[in-house]
């Protein structure tokens, strides 16, 4: 076990180590923006224990053979920066898996090799997954990190159990605790909801509790009964009652009432910031910029170097940490998939994702995937859109579209109107086969 004062050290070392760099970089001045610039998300797919719900791709193995993990890591993620052409990385996600099982010089490994192959600015948002776990051999040292992603996912500990977590409640908010005073205004902590038998007042009560210890971001997730788990075979046995998607939609709603009222603002579907501290790194996928994605099972999305500046590709690397660690050894990179992203596909992302964000979709930002068709073009004489602008689920004006406060609790189903709506528009714009040079 690791004793609080031990993980207290190690996360001390690690902001010295982020200060000092970000002290060395305030000498150059203001950054130039490139259009080579990018963000990078870092997986470990090892985890202590598979707790009940989870379907990422994680493994739970009898050793860690670290030393090899790192040297791929370091490996794919300068082939990939490398293929990508990027110059400059903003910020890196180190998820999971559990990294914080990863030792610190894995993390500062990584880092150090993203700085190598491109540059990595001082102010760069560097961001851990952390689980509030205390089982023996959890390595919560870390180097260079400076956000913190911490996972309490429930605070009652009969839940904590239900869901197969390592941890009690206690031990999520004692860590919780240590993480904000090493780490203050930059601690993310999730909590789920909607899990079996749940009830919406109790919850709403952990909510509260939550915000008397957390610090300026906080997740709301939703739990997603996922096939092959060991919840979805309870469900599916009728040893545990399925959740109920009223009482889930009624947790959501208030719970989103509560932390406006505690000052929050939800920036996105399942996201709430106080005091700016929005992660940039997400903002990044909901506004469909490039991202390179290391590790087993990563995903990424950018225009690879000789593809003429235009195709943007959905990369997928092998998932099973073995067979990804021999083909980085081999041809330096584990990617499993490449899916060149044609120019309807991107728009639908561009529209599904931008609407996840309070912001929306500006008329800029859809410009700079859709020079030839505009907001108004696509959704300005929709009747249906029409109905949806009159219920006041969805504003579409000067600014761009996007969802009212309303309208975000139930974007899923704004987004059937919107997509089928984008298609026909985009089908009416292109050229038809015969027609041009
Ligand atoms: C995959 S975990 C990785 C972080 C870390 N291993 C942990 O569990 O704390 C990232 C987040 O995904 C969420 N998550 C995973 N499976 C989920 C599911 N089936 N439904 C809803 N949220 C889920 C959890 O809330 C968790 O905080
Ligand atoms: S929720 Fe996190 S700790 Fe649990 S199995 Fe999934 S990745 Fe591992």
Not at 43 to 50: D, N, T, V
Not at 255 to 273: D, H, I, K, P
Not at 319 to 334: A, I, S
Request: charged residues 20%; neutral net charge; glycine residues 10%.
């Amino acid at each position: 076990m690791v004793a609080p004062g031990a993980r207290a050290r190690g996360w001390a070392a690690a902001t010295k180590m982020a200060q000092r760099r970000r002290h060395a970089e305030g000498a150059k001045g203001p950054r130039i923006l490139s259009p080579r610039a990018s963000r990078a998300g870092a997986l470990w797919p090892y985890c202590e224990k598979r707790c009940s719900y989870c379907n990422f791709n994680k493994y739970v193995p009898r050793g860690v053979e670290e030393a090899a993990m790192r040297s791929c890591l370091v490996t794919e993620a300068q082939t990939l920066l490398g293929l990508s052409g990027v110059r400059r990385v903003d910020s890196v996600f180190f998820g999971g898996g559990t990294p914080s099982l990863a030792s610190p010089n894995t993390v500062a490994a990584v880092l150090e090799a993203v700085d190598r192959a491109a540059h990595l600015p001082a102010d760069s948002e560097v961001t851990l997954e952390a689980n509030p776990t205390s089982a023996p051999g959890s390595r919560l040292a870390l180097a260079s990190v400076l956000y913190l992603a911490l996972s309490p996912q429930s605070l009652d500990d009969k839940e904590l159990q239900l869901l197969g977590r390592t941890h009690t409640a206690s031990d999520a908010l004692q860590t919780l605790a240590e993480a904000r005073r090493l780490f203050p205004g930059r601690v993310s902590v999730d909590l789920m909801l909607g899990l079996p038998a749940q009830k919406s007042g109790p919850w709403l009560r952990q909510l509260q509790e939550l915000l008397g210890y957390c610090d300026d971001h906080i997740s709301l997730y939703q739990l997603t009964l996922e096939r092959g788990t060991a919840l979805f075979t309870q469900v599916q046995r009728g040893t545990l009652p399925a959740p109920d998607p009223e009482v889930a939609a009624e947790m959501y709603q208030e719970g989103r009432t509560v932390l406006r009222e505690a000052g929050f603002r939800q920036y996105e579907v399942s996201n709430f910031a106080r005091n700016g501290a929005l992660s940039t790194h997400n903002w990044t996928y909901w506004q469909c910029g490039q991202y390179l994605g290391v590790g087993p099972g990563a995903h990424g999305r950018f225009v690879p170097q000789g593809a003429g500046g235009h195709t943007r590709e959905a990369r997928i690397q092998t998932l099973e940490p073995d067979n990804w660690m021999k083909e980085v050894t081999l041809f330096g990179h584990g990617t499993r998939k490449r899916v060149p992203l044609g120019e309807l596909e991107l728009l639908e992302e561009v529209l599904a994702m931008g609407l996840r964000t309070d912001v929306g979709i500006t008329h800029q930002h859809w410009q700079r995937f859709a020079s030839q068709l505009s907001l108004w073009d696509v959704f300005g004489s929709s009747q249906e859109v029409k109905a949806l602008l009159v219920q006041g689920l969805l504003l579409l004006d000067h600014r761009g579209l996007r969802c009212s406060w309303e309208g975000l609790a139930v974007l899923d189903s704004l987004l059937l109107t919107l997509l089928p709506r984008l298609q026909e528009a985009w089908l009416q714009s292109a050229p038809s086969p015969g027609q041009g040079g």
